[in-house]
């Protein structure tokens, strides 16, 4: 960090660096982002001599003090004079923000539209890793202390004995030698007043994660993944920017193909970040890793507690973290050395944020591997049509592992029509369903019950009325919840007791559950075989990582027979002896305006298939369906995945949507509805013109109310060609919009709601 006079330090500099340093002429005059939805940087004046760009420094923000990022690059400073300018206050300790996550910054901004300073909040998540650590108090042995505990004849009492050898295998907190001695604090302080120890303050650092090894060998690979190993191990080695895209089947052994790209990256003595799609619940994934290379990775995601964060945020900044794997915000990072990032599942929807600032972060760490220049991973079993488009373009290479690992064989994949089956009330499960229900479960085979619908029932009506339970604070149905009792909306979380009668007739006993959910499917399943060992695998019912863990591994070992789940169950699992998968309700994605509701379809529903038959014994995959002639449905039951990704982007080709065309949400939202309304058609009125460009609307979102707030929505549609961003920002700089209005801006949605 340069602490000496700016003059003096400029010529050391980058120019880029050089030239924020002589803001006009004002060598003193410096330039923060501060991480807070800011519309610019601010200036302060540096007492003596400029922190450098990308330094953490302190500053004042009316009464507040922040701590903000020094800023280069050409953002527009408020104009204050000098002698208005506050004084930047202290500069932090952590290595300063390097010019690669600064520009990563600014784009992400820039593409997404989001202040700087909302994208920066992401890139310092967890301040306290920013100040210098707390000196601790430690208490160490001395030479007196040592040459006393080397005399056996020396006078010593047992207890301070003991303590002197506590303190000769290592020096700790005093309380803690206490401990280890197995002896009162008051020895530990006796050995001190005798001068045999002695008390020190240190900076005590957290131990450096244990790095992996990457000669420990993996296992053999097949002729298809060496192939495919070799290919990414060389974009490695190369260095460069480089988007390779790993495509193979469900089970083909992508896990240990990019593996050994890792392993080449950790050689070059490079940092990688894996980016996992909710990471808390891969288990499997932090096993196989740790067993392949030794060591444990650092994990990222929303389950991380905050000292771990904090740890982990420094050994990531200073290099002694190797690897991370992470949830999306891993993206924003400050990996000095980072030699690879790996996107697995890249197809997921969950890499889309779509609160706060909206980023696809399959698509930022895409940027991230450029502007850091770097290759990039990203894998699938069924990559998204823009990946695939992109591999068209010849802007993406592909190494493609066509078969499963070990002769184990694709499954078999069946539609059952429900327009031809009459099922009693309150059965979901299909007869040819049951009837191979019965026959797996008679072979000692698994089943898994796949129904993207948590909670017992998605409908309570009342039979008298006809009222429907609906969200106080939402246009969304409650959610009936046996377990708990309770409904629930799955937007807002709002939740209340069953009621004994219907709100509005008043009549008692005639509400009813509507439809299943996972609950109502276990309940079926526990009535038809009693004997079968179920378990249910839905977010709500687990408590954490480790219950997830606990849950699969019972499952891996077969002490379940059937397992029940949403969309958790469909993703990484490895079990053996599963060989029937039956989906229930497989239209349930199609229903609503999204235009990539048959593209998540394909894909949710062969992630999920592929969890059958993984081993040895084939398996088989029965999926009910109302509309079997769906294309969708047509290519799962053919296994035509490409044919399916050609139809789906010919359509989007056609109706000039992504990838072919750019779309953009605006989303007004104000507790009056008439306030909403107000601000939509104010910026309907003054909505662009330009050649290229259309705007759709205002039309009241389909959740019309969301957490008590009323939303419209705004379609931007353009050609590619059209400088979407640029031409919303001027559009939204013209409009005025009064303070109780939010305004949300969502470049390529992925949410239509
Ligand atoms: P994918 O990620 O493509 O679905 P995985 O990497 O999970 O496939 O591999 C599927 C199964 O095959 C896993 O249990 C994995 O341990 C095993 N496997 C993959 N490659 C090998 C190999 N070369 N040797 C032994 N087992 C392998
Ligand atoms: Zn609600």
């Not at 998540?600 to 529903?605: A, F, G, I, N």
């Amino acid at each position: 960090m340069a602490e000496c006079p700016a003059n003096s330090a400029a010529p050391l500099l980058s120019p880029v660096e050089g030239a924020a340093l002589a803001t006009r002429g004002n060598r003193d005059r410096v330039r923060v982002m501060l991480p807070l939805p800011l519309p610019q940087l601010l200036d302060y004046l540096a007492a003596e001599g400029a922190p450098s760009p990308g330094s953490f420094v302190r500053v004042g923000l009316g009464s507040r003090q922040i701590v903000g990022v020094v800023w280069d690059g050409d953002g527009d400073g408020a104009e204050l004079p000098a002698a208005r300018l506050k004084p930047v206050g202290e500069i932090l300790s952590a290595p300063p923000l390097r010019p690669e996550l600064r520009r990563f910054v600014e784009r992400v901004a820039a593409y997404t539209l989001a202040p700087a300073g909302a994208v920066l909040r992401m890139a310092m998540s967890v301040e306290e890793a920013l100040a210098a650590p707390r000196p601790q108090r430690i208490c160490a042995i001395t030479e007196v202390g040592l040459s006393v505990l080397a005399k056996p004849e020396a006078k010593l009492t047992p207890a301070r004995r003991r303590a002197l050898e506590a303190l000769s295998a290592g020096a700790a907190a005093s309380a803690e030698i206490a401990r280890r001695a197995g002896c009162g604090a008051g020895v530990v302080r006796g050995l001190i007043e005798l001068g045999y120890a002695e008390e020190r303050r240190i900076v005590a650092e957290s131990a450096a994660p244990e790095p992996p090894d990457w000669r420990r060998p993996g296992p053999a690979l097949s002729p298809d993944q060496q192939r495919a190993a070799e290919r990414l191990e060389e974009r490695v080695r190369e260095g460069g920017f480089s988007v390779t895209v790993l495509d193979g089947v469900t089970g083909s052994g992508k896990t240990e193909a990019y593996f050994a790209a890792i392993a080449a990256a950790f050689e070059a003595g490079r940092q990688v970040l894996v980016l996992l799609p909710e990471i808390a619940l891969s288990a499997q994934w932090l096993e196989r890793f740790r067993r392949r290379f030794g060591a444990a990775p650092v994990e990222w995601h929303s389950d991380t507690g905050q000292a771990a964060r904090r740890d982990g945020w420094r050994a990531v900044a200073s290099g002694g973290a190797q690897v991370v794997v992470g949830a999306r915000s891993a993206l924003f990072l400050p990996f000095p050395e980072l030699g690879l990032i790996v996107v697995d599942e890249e197809h997921d929807p969950s890499y889309k944020q779509e609160d706060g600032v909206c980023y696809q972060a399959r698509d930022m760490a895409v940027l991230r591997a450029s502007i850091e220049k770097i290759p990039i991973v990203l894998v699938s079993a069924t990559p998204s049509l823009e990946t695939v488009v992109n591999i068209a373009r010849g802007r993406y290479q592909r190494v493609h592992l066509p078969r499963r690992h070990a002769a184990a064989e694709l499954p078999q994949i069946e539609l059952v029509d429900m327009r031809r089956k009459q099922l009693e009330p309150s059965r979901f499960l299909s007869p040819p369903l049951v009837t191979a229900l019965a026959g797996t479960l008679a072979a000692d085979e698994q089943v898994l019950l796949f129904l993207n619908r948590r909670g017992y029932a998605p409908l309570t009506l009342c039979r008298a009325c006809g009222h429907r339970l609906q969200c106080p604070n939402c246009t969304a149905w409650l959610v009936e919840h046996r377990f708990t009792a309770r409904l629930q909306c799955h937007h807002c979380g709002y939740g209340a007791p069953v009621p004994a009668f219907c709100p509005d007739c008043l009549a008692g006993g005639t509400l009813v559950p509507c439809g299943p959910g996972v609950e109502r499917l276990r309940e079926e399943v526990a009535e038809r075989f009693p004997r079968a060992r179920v378990a249910l695998m839905v977010s709500d019912l687990i408590s954490g990582p480790r219950a997830a863990a606990d849950l699969a591994e019972g499952m891996a070992a077969h002490r379940y027979d059937v397992l029940i789940g949403t969309q958790i169950v469909a993703k990484g699992h490895h079990f053996p002896m599963l060989t029937l998968v039956g989906v229930i309700d497989a239209d349930l994605g199609l229903a609503g305006g999204d235009l990539r509701a048959g593209e998540r379809t394909y894909q949710l529903l062969h992630q999920v298939a592929g969890r059958a038959g993984r081993a040895e014994r084939p398996g088989r995959v029965l999926i009910q369906t109302y509309m079997p002639e769906q294309p969708v449905m047509c290519a799962l039951a053919a296994g035509d995945r490409d044919g399916f990704l050609e139809a789906e982007a010919a359509a989007r080709r056609i109706a000039g949507l992504p990838p072919f065309g750019r779309l953009a949400a605006l989303i007004v939202s104000a507790n009056d509805g008439e306030d909403a309304d107000f601000a939509a058609q104010a910026l309907a009125r003054s909505a662009p013109q330009m050649p290229g460009l259309t705007v759709l609307g205002p039309a009241p979102a389909p959740l019309a109310v969301l957490r008590g707030r009323h939303r419209r929505r705004l379609l931007v549609k353009a050609e590619r060609r059209v400088a979407l961003q640029a031409a919303i920002r001027d559009w939204l700089g013209r409009v005025r919009l009064a303070g109780s209005v939010r305004l949300q801006v969502d470049i390529d949605p992925y949410s239509f709601v």
